[in-house]
């Protein structure tokens, strides 16, 4: 213990000195401390060279590095074991459980607020159905619960997920020996409207008016974002030095872990440089904060400067299709499955299903195609018509998603007037409000 104590190498972690020099370093718990499963000796380092003097720091260092880790975990694994011990076995302690459980801090803050909001929707459903032993739930009950969410298709997608990890933590808690939900398959809800793809016009005219409003960053990630086709999550978070060096762009993606590099032209270089924010490592910063866009910042921002740009009736344009409209911009270029797979860190099949959902150009070769046939007959363009009169109707002849203004509110006249003046609210100049609103009438109130 006086070789313990002198390296100070932390707890349970013991050293013994061989008779060549070297030092046998171990980590021996107490059996009363030792969690189910953890072996009684773990030899140390256990990557690398095993064996090495305490005297030499390279191979101290090693030991300390991994004694730290191994003591964290070994907490770890003795709290966990400490929540599965519950009194109650309902709905309510499985999900309190849950939320103690190193899978669910791993997660976003994003992700854990809806698997906290959906995992207490199934509690206050269970304790109002009596609030049964989770153990005693079986298909058909959870069928029932999932079937009030049946006009809400994404909702009821989101449930079943959590219902799936709630399961899973009841069979590691020794609760019950199945999970139900694995036999309720999966029902992913088709969209609602149809997709609006983005273009380079649409892009350029969005990027113009956040860069008009004092957004340069969000600019930046639009045209970035379609050229590329990186998800949100890790345009975000990219970062200088990290994800960007001039000319080259490599990133780790967050949800499937494929790593993605490729060369950038020099007109983007030029605008990811011109827009980098002094003390900021994030390539593309919210102008407010002076640092990276958070996911609901980045929201914010984005529906400034729709409303600014576009008029009831026009296609709605949301962020999250800049990835699969960079899948078809880069297919209409005539680059293959596996280049674009490439860029964007899809797996192939994945880029086949986005361009044979959206069609890429499919209207345009029937178009071809019918005129074509119409020559051979000797006909002319002459002989079609020039307006298209399904123009903002699907084939099931269902509304395309179009953009609607939100109502006004009086309680925040300066977002209003951001909008409909395309100017950043924070740097706006307002003119008499009468040149914007109007004379107020007799009872005082002001007309739109």
């Given amino acids: 213990m006086a070789k313990e104590h002198e390296t100070n190498l932390g707890r349970f972690i013991r050293s013994n000195r061989r008779q060549d020099g070297t030092d046998h370093v171990f980590m021996s718990v107490p059996d009363h401390l030792c969690p189910p499963g953890w072996p009684k000796t773990i030899t140390l380092p256990s990557e690398g060279k095993a064996r090495g003097s305490l005297e030499d720091p390279v191979f101290l260092a090693k030991v300390r590095r991994e004694a730290e880790v191994l003591n964290a975990r070994l907490d770890q694994r003795r709290l966990e074991g400490e929540i599965y011990r519950s009194d109650q076995r309902n709905a309510r302690a499985l999900a309190n459980i849950y939320f103690k459980t190193q899978r669910f801090r791993d997660v976003s803050e994003a992700r854990q607020y809806r698997n906290k909001r959906d995992a207490m929707l199934f509690v206050n459903w269970a304790e109002r159905r009596g609030d049964p032993d989770f153990a005693t739930l079986r298909k058909p009950d959870f069928e029932d619960f999932l079937a009030l969410y049946d ?13 799936n990890i709630l399961c899973t933590e009841a069979m590691e808690a020794g609760w019950r ?5 694995a036999r309720i398959p999966w029902t992913v809800p088709k969209p609602a409207r149809e997709v609006v793809l983005w ?3 649409t892009a350029h005219r969005f990027a113009q008016m956040a860069q008009q409003m004092g957004q340069p960053g969000l600019a930046a990630l639009i045209v970035f974002g379609l050229q590329t086709g990186q998800r949100l999550g890790d345009l975000r978070t990219a970062q200088h030095g990290v994800n960007y060096r001039t000319g080259m762009f490599q990133l780790k993606q967050s949800k499937t872990g494929a790593l993605v590099k490729f060369p950038v032209t020099k007109s983007l270089c030029r605008m990811i440089e011109a827009v980098q924010v002094e003390g900021s490592p994030y390539l593309f910063n919210d102008a407010d904060t002076g640092a990276g866009f958070t996911s609901g910042r980045l929201s914010a921002r984005f529906n400034e400067v729709r409303h600014a740009v576009t008029s009831d009736g026009d296609p709605l344009m949301l962020l999250a299709t800049l990835r699969h409209s960079a899948v078809c911009r880069m297919e209409r270029a005539g680059v293959s499955l596996i280049q674009i797979a490439s860029v964007t860190g899809h797996k192939l099949a994945c880029v086949h299903s986005i361009i044979a959902r959206y069609a890429v150009d499919r209207e345009g070769f029937a178009a071809a195609a019918m005129m074509k046939l119409n020559q051979v007959g000797g006909g002319d363009a002459g002989d079609f018509i020039d307006d298209d009169p399904f123009a903002g109707v699907d084939a099931k002849a269902e509304l395309k998603s179009v953009y609607r203004s939100p109502p006004p509110n009086p309680a ?13 609210r924070h740097r706006l100049v307002l003119p008499p409000l009468s040149d914007v609103w109007g004379e107020a009438d007799e009872a005082g109130n002001i007309q739109l």
Avoid: F, M, V, Y
Wanted: no cysteine; charged share 25%.
């Fill in 412 to 424: 925040r006249p300066g977002h209003l007037l951001a909008a409909k003046l395309g100017q950043h």
């Fill in 177 to 181: 020996t199945d999970n139900p939900i």
């Fill in 151 to 163: 006009n809400r298709p994404s909702q009821k997608l989101e449930l079943r997920s959590t219902l």
């Fill in 199 to 201: 273009t380079d016009e």
